[in-house]
Nanobody, 124 residues
């Protein structure tokens, strides 16, 4: 059974940093993509960043380029999202998700498994 567990959310002031973790288990796929998505109250879920297991290629939403960095630790089966220079508009519940087909895309429709989410709140 595939399981994704996020951690690392919290309250931070604008300009601060947080690192989110997504611990994955139950994977038996040759190639897959782990993505980070976020959803703010009253807004649609938005793709933030994703990383491909086979070659480490990544993609980012324009809104976070230069501020967020996605990485993975295969030994720990964990994907990280380092978030720097945080802004109040980054406030949302952040979810990690797995695309077991391995398509590097920030479209929630391609993702098969989801974590429970972790809250990130950025105060001004």
């Amino acid at each position: 059974e595939v399981q994704l567990v996020e951690s690392g959310g919290g309250l931070v002031q604008a300009g601060g940093s947080l690192r989110l973790s997504c611990a994955a288990s139950g994977f038996a796929f040759d190639d897959y993509v782990i993505g980070w998505f976020r959803q703010a109250p009253g807004k649609e879920r938005e793709g933030v960043s994703c990383i491909k297991s086979s070659d480490g290629s990544t993609d980012y939403a324009d809104s976070v380029k230069g501020r967020f960095t996605i990485s993975n630790d295969d030994a720990k089966s964990t994907v990280y999202l380092q978030m720097n220079s945080l802004k109040p508009e980054d406030t949302a519940v952040y979810y990690c998700a797995a695309d077991v087909v391995g398509i590097l895309v920030l479209d929630a429709a391609f993702y098969d498994y989801w974590g429970q989410g972790t809250q990130v709140t950025v105060s001004s």
